[in-house]
């Protein structure tokens, strides 16, 4: 009698427990469904949204029109229909934008954000009039009328102004690269760069304590290296208040400063 009622026990607590189960299964298929239709009305609102506005920020040196048509937006398109990557590839398109950025908003906004690139060093013509810049990893920028950069300049044997377009000049792009990292140095020394048929790199100071510019002679390669030596030099020396007699710097030797 007593084995019968453990058996009818044990048998009510699993039919508990199935009844539970049926009923924890039923409320999450029930959560599946609304779930799913949550995303199909999501989605469908979300097709119904056109590009209300378009807003460009972190524009400076490249206008916002300009940014605007590169992008060449389908205002009738729904704004989710528009590829953010295909947008953002059109807009770095412009010659001072190195990066660009798409976000879109519920509002109806299409907000595009853009980085610009950033000048190292002004090339000078022949004639000596400015023709662009140079950034960091030597793209080339147009001037614009609205603002000019004080960097230092470059002239000599510099390839003609392409824009969206990388100097095709390796002692070159590797100074530019150097001045990028030294700009603390560049910004109180540096005048300016003048590249031979060569590729040799003669730097020309700024007039300092009683000096005149005084031409320093980098050549071809480790322009880092020889920054840092013409720092330690410019210190040592040229800043030092007993004056001497510096016509020219050659820094083309390993651990010399050969003056002259």
């Not at 102004?161 to 001045?179: A, E, K, N, Q, W």
């Amino acid at each position: 009698m007593g084995d019968l009622q453990r058996v009818k026990r044990t048998s009510l607590r699993d039919n508990g427990q199935n009844d539970d189960e049926r009923k924890f299964g039923g409320v999450a298929f029930l959560i599946l469904i609304v779930v799913s239709m949550l995303g199909v009305m999501g989605w469908q609102y979300r097709k119904q949204i056109d590009v209300r506005d378009i807003r460009v920020t972190g524009a400076a040196m490249s206008e916002t029109s300009q940014i605007i048509r590169l992008a060449a937006v389908d205002t009738s398109a729904s704004l989710y229909d528009i590829n953010p990557t295909v947008v953002a590839d059109r807009v770095t398109r412009h010659p001072w934008v190195r990066k660009a950025k798409l976000q879109r908003l519920p509002t109806g906004t299409l907000k595009i954000s853009v980085a610009e690139r950033i000048p190292v060093v002004m090339v000078v013509r022949r004639d000596g009039r400015p023709s662009h810049y140079i950034d960091p990893e030597c793209f080339q920028m147009p001037l614009t009328s609205e603002h000019l950069y004080d960097v230092p300049l470059i002239s000599g044997s510099v390839p003609e102004y392409h824009p969206v377009s990388r100097v095709d000049h390796g002692s070159i792009c590797s100074l530019v690269r150097t001045v990028s990292q030294r700009k603390r140095l560049t910004d109180r020394v540096v005048s300016e760069f003048v590249v031979d048929r060569k590729g040799n790199v003669t730097l020309f100071t700024k007039p300092v304590n009683g000096y005149d510019s005084i031409p320093v002679q980098l050549g071809q390669e480790e322009f880092g290296v020889r920054m840092t030596k013409l720092a330690a030099f410019w210190d040592q020396v040229v800043r030092q208040p007993e004056r001497k007699v510096i016509k020219k710097i050659d820094l083309r030797f390993d651990s010399q400063v050969v003056t002259e």
